[in-house]
C-alpha cells in the first residue's frame, strides 16, 4: 500500500483541491479521504468529483486535522491510498442512524468480520454514542479488535452545526460511513493516559448523557463542583482535566472514558451516554500522562503489526485542550514510532475496541492510532 | 495560569476521593441546614417567619422567667404599602419591603429575633428592650426611619407604618396572650392614626373587646337569620302619596 497526506490551506474549497492534486503528482490512487474545514460546506462533492474524477472517496468535517506531524486548521487534508497488492476498500453507509439501522450495520460487520472497517460518523445530536453502544451488543465476534473511527467535528455557524460527511452525491449530516479494507492487516492501539484516583462510585440514577446520584443516593454534582474549589471563574473545559472511568462490570477494567460537558445542582453531564447502575472512577492527567501513554501504546501497537504503511489518528478534541501547546506532540510520536504518513483528526468521540478487545466502544479523551499494511 | 489550574483541580481531585464520605456528610449537613432555613426563613426579605418567631418566643419566655428578663414584643404595619404594589407593581413593592427589613435590622441589636409574617407585616421579640419607656423610644426612632422618603424609579415614595407593642412581664406570662396583646396595641395605633407607636394597656383590650364582642353577634344574627328587613314608607302630605321607602334592619 503506497499512501500519501497531505494538505492545502488555500481560502476556497477549489483552489484547496487543485493545490492538492498538483501536489499529488502522477500518483495513482484508489481511494481519497479528506478532512476538511468546516469553513468549506459548499459543492464539497461535486468540487472533488470534478477536481478527482472519482468517486472513489469520502469527506468529512474535522475543526483541526492532521497531516503527519502537524495539526492544521481551516484547511483540507487528504490521505491517498494506492494498494499495490491485493487490497480493496468498500463503502457502507446509513444515511440517518435510527434504531432499524442497528441491525442492519451489526450484520454488516458479522458478515465482514474478515475485513478491517474505519467508522467516520457523524455527531447526530448524541445519538451516535448510544448507536455505537448497541451495535456492540450485536457483534457476535471475538475478539472486536477490527473496527476503529471518531466522529467528525464541526462549528456553528449562525446557531447552525456545520458538520457533515460527503461521498458521490450523498451528504450525510445524520450517518456514519463505514470504510471496509479488505486483504490489509490493521492494529488500533487505545491509549487513555488519564490516571484513577480514589474509589469505585456505582451510577444509582443517571439518564441519558447525565449522573444524578451516586452510590446510595448522593448528589454526583455536589462532589464534581468542589473540583472548583477554589478556582476563580471556573470554566467546564478545566473538568477535562479529570474525566471518569467507567468501569467493566464482569472483568473489572476500564471499558469507557465519559468527559463532563456542564454541571447544574441537580446532575453532571457528559458528551456521551451513561449507562445506570455502571462503575466509574474519577481520574487524571496533564500532557505529559497523556503522551506517555500514547508512547506506550505506540510501542506495543507496532510490536503487533511491524512495519505498517500508513497510520490514522482518532484523537479527541478534549484530549486536545489537555494537550495544551504540545498538540502536535502526539503526532510526533506516533510518526516516530510507525515510521509512516499521518492523517486523523480531533474528534468529537472516537470509536474502538475496549482494552481487553471484547466489545466497541464510544470514548471521549481517548487517542486511537490505527495503523495498516497491506498483505 | 494553567499550571496554577491543574494543581487546584488535582488538589480538590485528591481531597474529594480521600474524603468522599466526609463530603457526602457535609452535604447531608448543609442540606439539612439549607432545608431548616427555608423552613424558618422568609425567602424575600432573609427575616425569619412567624412560626419561627412564635416558636422562639416560647422559648425566650421560658428564659426571661428563669433570669428576671423584660421582653418586648413589637408588631410593625406598614400603612400605605398596597398603593405602592399598585401604582408601582409588586417587584418594586418587594424592594421596598426589602428595605424596610434591612432597617429593622439595622436598629434592632442582633440578639433580636426579626420576623417578616407576610405581606406587609412584620414582628419582633426584643430581649434588649427592658422598660415601657425604651420601647416607646425605639418605636418612634423606628417611624422616623420608616416615613424617609423611598427613591422609586423617579419618583419619591412616602411610607409610614404604625407599631403595637406588649411587655412580659406587665401584659402578660404566656407568649400566646403577648402576641394577641401586641396585635391589640397595633389595631390601636391604626385607629388613633398614622405613624404611631401603641404600648399595650387594659383599657385598650376592653375597647377591642368590646368591638369584637359586637362583632361576634352580629356574626351570629346573621348566620340565624335574626335579622328582619322593614320598609318604612315615607309619605308626601301635599300629595298624599307613597313617596318613597326608608329601608331599616332590626
Redesign the interface.
Known sequence: MYTKVLSSDKETFLFALEELKEKLERVDFDFLIFAISPVFNYAINETIQKIFKTNNYIAFHAIDSFCDNEVQNKSVVMLAINFEKSGKVSKFFVEDIKNEDILKTSDYLNNNQDKFHLIFANYSNGRINSFIEKISKNINYSPVDNIAGGVASGMEVENELILNIFTENKILNKGLIILSFENVDAEVGVSLGFKPYGITYKITKAQNNRIYLVDDGKNFAYMVKKLFTNIENPDIRYLWYTPIYIIDEEDNYISATRTISNITDEYVEFFANIEQGKHFKMSFATYIDLLQEDEKIAKQTIEKLPFPEVCLNFSCIARQYVLEDKSTEENKIYTKTFNTHLFGFFTFGEIGPDVQRNKLVFYNETSLPVIMKER | M?EQ??I???Q???????Q?YD??TS?QETLIEENFQKAIKDPLTGLYNRAYLEEVGINLLDEAKRENLVVALVFIDLNNFKAVNDIYGHEKGDEVLKGVAKELKNSFRHYDIIARFGGDEFGIIAPSISTPEEALEQAQNLLNEIQKPIKINLNTVHITSSIGISLYPINGNEAKELFKKAEVALYKAKEIGKNKAMLFDEKMYQEILEKIEIKKEFVNVIENKEFVLYLQPKIDIKENKVADFETLIR
Open positions: 494553567r489550574i491543574k487546584r483541580i488535582l480538590n481531585l485528591l481531597t474529594i476521593v480521600t468522599k463530603y457526602f452535604y
